[in-house]
């Protein structure tokens, strides 16, 4: 079992910046990839970030790029998401997940957590 832990979400002006953190604990880590997720009200959950474990493989769709950087360290087994220029689009609840057995299945999620950002 992995588990997946979040921090940093919050309420933000618009133009701001938020960083959020997702630590991973249980069995020993050995994924092949960690990501951000996110779900707005009334929308379906979107993928965002992704970086593969091993090496710097990143996605970032094109909603984020520019703005959002995705990063990891792996002796920390942890995972960031800093997120600059935010805009009143991105207020969402935010997930971590991990990818364990093959790349693209994230099944391995965090509980969220509410980024708001104010115009």
């Known amino acids: 079992q992995v588990q997946l832990v979040e921090s940093g979400g919050g309420l933000v002006q618009a133009g701001g910046s938020l960083r959020l953190s997702c630590t991973a604990s249980?069995?020993?880590?050995?994924?092949?990839?960690m990501g951000w997720f996110r779900q707005a009200p009334g929308k379906e959950r979107t993928k965002i970030a992704t970086?593969?474990?091993?090496?710097?493989?990143?996605y970032y769709a094109d909603s984020v790029k520019g703005r959002f950087t995705i990063s990891k360290d792996n002796a920390k087994n942890t995972l960031y998401l800093q997120m600059n220029s935010l805009k009143p689009e991105d207020t969402a609840i935010y997930y971590c997940?991990?990818?364990?057995?093959?790349?693209?299945?994230?099944?391995?999620w965090g509980q969220g957590t509410q980024v708001t950002v104010s115009s």
């Open positions: 997940a991990a990818a364990t057995v093959v790349p693209a299945l994230f099944d391995y």
């Open positions: 970086i593969r474990w091993s090496g710097n493989s990143i």
């Open positions: 249980g069995r020993t880590f050995s994924g092949h990839a």
